[in-house]
């Protein structure tokens, strides 16, 4: 405005100098010039030096206006930002057309707003920081204005502004107008919401993640505290068997799994509760208003039954379950992690007891995870100062009564508790993966002892011993290699080592084992299918596997007598087995009844007490020294005080 008022009167300077303002008239226009808009110090100046100087210094002075001028606009079109001058003696408003623009408004058909009209587009809640912000500066305690705001679109959605002014003020040092900026900023702030939003929730499902239940956990633990009637429970929800899922059809199925799982989670809470992923198939829920255990535990079942029912992935139905352990808040608790770490103790032992189930932790659970951890924390020690050892329990022929074989049995040699039964940290080591080092020892271990024996008697030149393999040794990609290595290192012929597989292990991803176990059994390896009849093979895959011999389970041949039932069980795997072409081992032999029953039904082999307990590699060698003598007495090589646990033979 500025800028054209002066370059009309100039125009009329050049063209007639009788036009021209007499000094004392010059004064008048200048102060009409302020009222109207007000411009740098530097313009100022050349319009009062122009009072005094003549047409061609006139002249001068309005070609330094227009570079001005221009320098202005260039600036401000560059910067797309809208401008505005607020009056304050008036009451005026004007709006640049790229402010109205930002707004949706069209300068050259709608109205210039004035201030109400302007503040009340600005949204309620930023109304009183924007005006605020305002009377701050405007009494002078701010240098500038400056705010962040929403204000209202045309079409009826907010845009996130960020305005910037400041004030002119008379002699006095009131304000006398206000003028600045406004841009928009709209997509700043989206990014910057949804930067938050990224760091509080999953990625995949869209469900907080543990820093926002961290959060959440530790304003409900600050409110128990001071309400006594207030109460929360935190379920931590593990899915059974995802792995196997992810990897059977693929990662992307394994997404659109846990997208249902989420749904279906969601579906089962109320708005006030919260359902977050720690990551993986791990998830947790908070349930506010819980103070029973009765409550909670309606609530984990009806999950549990939910998420059993089928998830159609890919054209397939999916069946799922999971593992729930609870949690309920209490004021002794005073971390968020804390609470989230016994419902997770809590769902291991869900996983322990079966699986497809919920436990609420108690004080029983909380000694058993803390022994569980010292376990932990034990077999990490013996594994690095070899306090492990094995047993040999023989492998006799039913009809010769001559041994051809030895399983392998590790022992523990704790060094407070003494010999540490195998179902005691067998459990630990497979959860921990220590399983793998404590596996690979008994495999180098074994075949080193076997190729003793051979190399110092002759009659071990047949024998074989039987190493069980776990289920997470079998998962190592490259566990041939390490049997192969292992054999060559020993020197041990391959026909010489027999690895014993459980059934429910083969079967868990049986395509998988069926290649790995092929390439075992070209090297010369021979196979065992351990615990034959307790698990969930099927005949369909059982033929395809290169298997030697099936062992029956202790449980049946314990019961030989006791029910006909298990009788005709046996008498059906050697079945089976002769079909197939494979040998039986009858494990847990004990009495002269179930050897016989055993001899009948023509079972090859038996291992168990009626033998021999599992004995040192020094008692075994004993026995295979004298295998020549015809009066071969097992009894004779039964070690004195064996304690019961030399029963677990895995």
Known sequence: ????????????????????????????????INRTYTEADQERYLIERSLMVSSQEMQEVYEQLRESETRYALAAQGANDGLWDWDLVTGGVFCSPRWMEILG??????????????????HPDDRATVVGDFKTHLKGETTNFQ????????????????????AVRNSDG???????????ITERKRAEEKLAHDAVHDALTGLPNRKKLVERLARSIKRIKYNQGYGFAVLFIDLDRFKTINDSLGHQAGDELLLIITEKLCDLVRPSDMVARLGGDEFVLVLENITSRERVSQIAERILTKLQTPC????????????????????????PDDLVRDADIAMYRAKVKGKARFEIFDSKIHSGAISLLQTEMDLRRAIEQDEFTLNYQPIVSLHT??????????????????????NDFIPVAEETGLILPIGNWVLREACGQMKQWQDKF?????????????????????????IARILKETKLPPSCLKLEITESVIMKNAEETITKVMKLREMGVRLSIDDFGTGYSSLSYLHRFPIDTLKVDRSFVNLIGAEGEHSEIIQTIITLAFHLGMDVVAEGVETAEQLEFLRQVNCSYGQGYFYSRPVTNIVAAKMIEELKEEEFVFSNYLPENVSVIDNYTH
């Not at 300068?107 to 009340?120: A, R, T, V």
């Not at 041994?403 to 195998?422: D, K, M, S």
């Not at 002759?458 to 490259?478: C, F, M, Y």
């Open 147 to 166: 705010n962040e705001h929403r204000i209202m679109h045309t079409d009826g959605e907010y845009r996130w502004v960020s305005s910037r002014a400041m």
């Open 1 to 32: 405005m500025l800028h054209s008022l002066l370059n009309r009167q100039l125009k009329k300077c050049r063209l007639d100098e009788q036009a021209c303002p007499k000094p004392e008239q010059w004064q008048g226009f200048l102060e009409r």
């Open 458 to 482: 002759s009659l071990a030149q047949s024998l074989i011993v039987n190493v069980n393999l776990s289920a997470r040794q079998l998962e190592q990609k490259d566990l041939v290699e390490q």
């Open 401 to 422: 009564e001559k041994i051809v074989g030895f399983e392998a049995l590790i022992r523990w040699n704790h060094p407070t508790r003494g010999l540490v039964p195998p």
């Open 174 to 184: 009131k304000a006398v107008r206000i003028a600045g900026s406004m841009s928009d």
């Open 312 to 335: 159609e992935i890919g054209g397939q139905q999916i069946y799922t379950s999971a593992s729930i352990g609870v949690a309920l808040a209490s004021p002794e608790y005073d971390q």
């Open 105 to 122: 408004m069209e300068s050259d058909k709608e109205q210039m707003p004035d201030k109400e009209l302007w503040l009340e587009k600005v």
